[in-house]
């Protein structure tokens, strides 16, 4: 059983920062890519940030410049630093592992995290 759970979501005016974290638990053998995705009202999910696991990044051109994906050296926890945050970025925020898990070799699955809201007042 793997787990993924967001936090750092919350209200923010336009211009601010925020950072979200991703922790995954379970019975994990390894993650490669990770990523961010997002989703607004009567919009469809997008990607937002990817992070293979050879360490190559890539954004979405909305968020080119302004986000930044990092995780942390243990390898099980991903962030995403968001600056010069805009109304056009409010969203829920959801994370997405790839993971081998399980007895033995394990198999590979993608796993997702509830979400956490992320609201830009003007």
């Known amino acids: 059983q793997v787990e993924l759970v967001e936090s750092g979501g919350g209200l923010v005016q336009a211009g601010g920062s925020l950072t979200l974290s991703c922790t995954a638990s379970?019975?994990?053998?390894?993650?490669?890519?990770m990523s961010w995705y997002r989703q607004a009202p009567g919009n469809e999910r997008e990607l937002v940030a990817y992070?293979?696991?050879?360490?190559?990044?890539t954004y979405s051109e909305s968020v080119k410049g302004r986000f930044t994906i990092s995780r942390d050296n243990a390898g099980n926890t991903l962030y995403l630093q968001m600056d010069s945050l805009n109304p056009e970025d409010t969203a829920r925020y959801y994370c997405?592992?790839?993971?081998?898990?399980?007895?033995?070799?394990?198999?590979?699955?993608?796993?997702w995290g509830p979400g956490t809201q992320v609201t830009v007042s003007s």
């Open positions: 379970g019975s994990i053998t390894d993650i490669t890519a």
């Open positions: 997405k592992f790839r993971v081998r898990s399980g007895p033995g070799w394990g198999i590979w699955n993608d796993y």
């Open positions: 992070a293979d696991g050879s360490g190559h990044i």
